[in-house]
Each structure stands twice: as C-alpha cells, then as structure tokens.
C-alpha cells in the first residue's frame, strides 16, 4: 500500500513569489492534516480536514495561506505571498476514521530566499 | 500552539544503554502517542496508550501515562544505533474530533 505521498520534496523561492504543496492521502482515510515544522520544534497543525470539510484552520494565516481538498481526497496548501519567515517542511499526514495512527508524508522543505 | 513540552531537549546516550524521555502536557487528553523522526523525513507512529491505561509495552518501547500529572514517560530500552532520531509525544483531545497536537520533540543520539 502507498504512504501519503506529498511533492515536490524541496522548493526554494524568492519572496514575495507564490508557492504550492501537493499531498495524496493513503486511500480511503478521511482525515488529512498539514502542519508545519520548523527546525528543531515539533510539528505545528495548520488546518485538519474532515473529508473535504475544513474543520480545524484557526492556525492558519489566512490573509495568505489557503487550502484545499477536492473531492475529500488530494490537498493543495498555497502560501501568496510567500515570506522570509514562511521557510519550514510542510508535513501532510491522513488518518482513517476507525484508527489512531497518523500516517505522515516525507514533507515539503520551503527555502524563502 | 504546542500541547506537549518533552525533555530533555536532547540526550546522548551509549548503545545498549536505556533513553527515557518525557513529555507533558497541558489540558485532559484522549490519548497520547509517541513518533519518531528520522533526520530530514517524515514522522512515524510508535505507541499509543489512552487516558484510562496507565503503561504500555511494545518490544523495546515502555510508556507511561499519569494522567493526574499530565505526563507521561517514553522509555527506549537496550538502545541501537538506528534508534537514533527525534521523538515526539502527540496528545489528542477534545470528543468526537481528532485534533492531533505535538510537543517540541527530544533529539535522540545513540553513540556506537
């Protein structure tokens, strides 16, 4: 079975500029995640979909982050514009609803340059 | 916003020696886990115990759960080199959602 597959790898942009991450959920599972990490701290949630039903972004920028999950399957995050401080690894992770666990992807590392 | 703090922040160890780390947390939890993260990849799931279970085994892994503390404990034993890695406790809480909240990690070396 595939894990949650998340592209690209690794972007570096200037900024200023807008940048895009991609996540495929395992198949099946419900719940998909983004968080955020920043170097050496733990992951940080920014918007938890239930479905295709946002129902946790209160940790999102929202004057230049959004999301998507078309379908209540695959998720875009954008951030426009992207800035300095947004330079992270942009994990996705997806659960099914009758289990526990979490299944993370490798992550996207941003460089904001 | 972080739930769980761990600590220490770091620790080195020996191989074959046991790590122990900690974690704790702030508001009444469901359950809590345990990850691990290798370096530059992607979190993996180890243990979970729930509010009502007090200790876990699963083989080399032990974790502990006081819910009157709000802590719990991971403990890694006869460690290996592979062993070396981030470890994150992640609390969930809150009925009927499953709102997945990290600590900010204790960074494991195990020295050959």
New interface residues.
């Given amino acids: 079975e595939a894990g949650v597959v998340q592209s690209p790898r690794y972007k570096i942009i200037e900024k200023k500029q807008p940048v895009a991450f991609w996540c495929n959920p395992i198949s099946g599972h419900n719940t998909l995640y983004w968080y955020r990490q920043n170097l050496g701290q733990g992951p940080e949630l920014l918007i938890r979909y239930e479905n295709e039903e946002a129902v946790d972004d209160s940790q999102l920028p929202k004057d230049r982050f959004s999301a998507e999950r078309l379908k209540g399957v695959d998720s875009t995050l954008k951030i426009q514009p992207a800035e300095l401080g947004d330079s992270a690894v942009y994990l996705c992770a997806s659960r099914h609803y009758s289990d526990t666990e979490a299944f993370f992807g490798q992550g996207t590392r941003l460089t904001v340059v | 916003?972080?739930q769980?703090e761990e600590d220490p922040q770091a620790l080195s160890i020996q191989e074959g020696e046991n790590a122990t780390m900690n974690c704790s947390y702030k508001t009444s939890i469901n359950?809590l886990?345990w990850?691990r993260q290798n370096s530059?990849?992607?979190?993996?799931?180890l243990i979970?115990i729930r509010s009502n279970e007090r200790e876990k085994h699963s083989g080399r892994l032990r974790v502990t759960l006081d819910t009157s503390k709000k802590s719990s404990s991971l403990l890694i034993t006869a460690s290996r080199a592979a062993d070396t890695a981030s470890y994150?406790c992640a609390t969930?809480s809150g009925a009927g959602?499953?709102?997945?909240?990290?600590?900010?990690?204790t960074?494991l070396s195990v020295i050959p």
């Fill in positions: 916003s972080q769980g359950n886990q990850y530059g990849r992607g979190l993996v799931h979970l994150f969930v959602s499953y709102q997945l909240t990290f600590g900010k990690g960074k």
